[in-house]
């Protein structure tokens, strides 16, 4: 028997909408456009949009449900969902539609208003077969929109000028949690940021020059490629030591050539280890990191750093910052003629007491 559902009490329909999921407001959506309508006035959520180069999400609380193109129309048969497994927490379910003429771009417009959707949980392009035109499209349609973003993340292209275009709209946009950047660009390219996300990931960042560096707001910084001296990490670390950079870091990692051993950083000529043989396990929430042998630095203030530098055809500089948010663990091990135990284990300590 048909239920008469737009003929509900608005209190009433908003409380059957409460209980869809985007699969099944999607579907009701299509139904008629008084239906659409009604969806759009009455369903109340927090739901936000996440769209790669080939496929749209919905993020619904702890799932993610993905709107798959495929060339037939009867979507409506597809009563059980397309399982697709991620390596995350969160429930992902697909289903199969057929996108509208205006393809990618008109699905995504759709679902925003359809569900009234205010934040982009990320937007990625990494497929090289996939017109960089498009992806651009809907950056300007979310920065038109004022949308909020959280990630954005640009793979590479064979033609890096399309990555240039879109790197021209990245402070409009305003990521706020990440951003990440794969591809090369030529020696005179230059781009700085107005604001920083909380996480920065640069594959190759001979651009990202100190000046941007010392001005960073992340707590997570990864830089690889990247053209960072003895003199530049020395003077960045100088600051971070006096509160003139970095305030809010937590992890450094920097993959550079330009590192030798003729040049000391805070006073150590690299390769800067600690002599003997200790972890140290970092953990702030969903971070975990561990840095092998490196050496204490302590900031004026009283904040604790780790500090390692390895030298090879790709130096690495890696600086872990202790917060009052995070747990250390330590563990030292001792030499093989030691009659002790093979390793001991330092409790946790954010402020370990180590003689260096």
Wanted: charged share 25%; proline share 6%.
């Amino acid at each position: 028997m048909p239920i008469p559902l737009l003929n509900f009490p608005s209190d009433l329909l908003r409380d059957v909408f409460k209980e869809c999921d985007p699969f099944d407001l999607y579907k009701l959506s299509k139904c008629s456009e008084r239906t659409r309508k009604s969806i759009m006035a009455y369903s109340a959520n927090n739901w936000k949009i996440k769209s790669s180069d080939t496929e749209i999400s919905v993020v619904c609380r702890d799932s993610r449900y993905h709107f798959i193109n495929t060339m037939s129309a009867m979507f409506h048969e597809y009563e059980t969902f397309y399982p697709l497994y991620v390596p995350r927490p969160e429930v992902s379910e697909g289903m199969f539609i057929k996108y509208p003429n205006g393809g990618f771009t008109e699905l995504f417009v759709y679902l925003l208003d359809t569900f009234r959707i205010k934040t982009v949980n990320a937007m990625r392009i990494a497929n090289e077969n996939v017109p960089s035109s498009d992806f651009l499209e809907l950056v300007k349609l979310v920065i038109g929109r004022n949308l909020d973003v959280e990630r954005l993340y640009f793979g590479t292209r064979r033609i890096y000028q399309e990555i240039v275009k879109l790197m021209e709209l990245v402070n409009q946009t305003n990521p706020t949690k990440a951003f990440f950047c794969g591809q090369s660009f030529p020696p005179n390219f230059q781009h700085h940021f107005t604001r920083f996300p909380e996480r920065i990931t640069v594959c190759n960042s001979h651009w990202f020059q100190l000046d941007q560096l010392i001005s960073c707001s992340c707590s997570h910084i990864l830089l690889k490629n990247s053209k960072l001296t003895n003199q530049d990490l020395d003077l960045l670390l100088q600051k971070w030591k006096k509160n003139e950079a970095l305030p809010n870091l937590q992890f450094l990692d920097v993959y550079t050539n330009c590192i030798n051993n003729k040049s000391p950083i805070l006073g150590m000529y690299p390769p800067i280890n600690w002599k003997g043989h200790r972890d140290i396990f970092f953990q702030d929430g969903d971070d975990e990191k561990r840095l092998v042998n490196p050496v204490r630095v302590t900031k004026d203030d009283g904040t604790v750093g780790w500090l390692r530098v390895d030298l090879g055809e790709s130096s690495e500089i890696e600086f872990l910052v202790v917060n009052s948010s995070s747990t250390v663990r330590e563990v030292i091990y001792q030499y093989p003629d030691s009659d002790d135990d093979d390793e001991i284990e330092e409790p946790a300590d954010p402020n370990p007491r180590i003689q260096l």
